[in-house]
Nanobody, 116 residues
Framework: QVQLVESGGGLVQAGGSLRLSCAAS????????MGWYRQAPGNQQELVAI???????DYSDSVKGRFTVSRDNAKNTVHLQMDSLKSEDTAVYLC??????????WGQGTQVTVSS
């Protein structure tokens, strides 16, 4: 069973920054994709940003230019640097991992609240 440990959520004013981290209990050798989704009350879950095993990244249009996803191979960790935060970024952010064998795992979620 893969464990994902998230950290870094919290309350921030609009225009501010937060950095989320997600540490996996397996090495990057076994990971196809790792990244972040989010879910706000009343909204569907949406992809925020992912990083693939080959280093390529993908972002939601709503966060392009403001958020940066990166990985730390040595620590089996993915980070999400969130700048220029807006009230509409308020959501529970969930770390997601897809193994090479096709099994997927979710973190417990971390709350991000942006006050206007």
């Amino acid at each position: 069973q893969v464990q994902l440990v998230e950290s870094g959520g919290g309350l921030v004013q609009a225009g501010g920054s937060l950095r989320l981290s997600c540490a996996a209990s397996i090495s990057w050798w076994n990971i196809m994709i790792m990244g972040w989704y989010r879910q706000a009350p009343g909204n569907q879950q949406e992809l925020v940003a992912i990083v693939k095993s080959d280093g390529r990244t993908d972002y939601s249009d709503s966060v392009k230019g403001r958020f940066t996803v990166s990985r730390d191979n040595a620590k089996n960790t993915v980070h999400l640097q969130m700048d220029s935060l807006k009230s509409e970024d308020t959501a529970v952010y969930l770390c997601y991992l897809l193994q090479n064998d096709g099994l997927g795992y979710w973190g417990q979620g971390t709350q991000v609240t942006v006050s206007s």
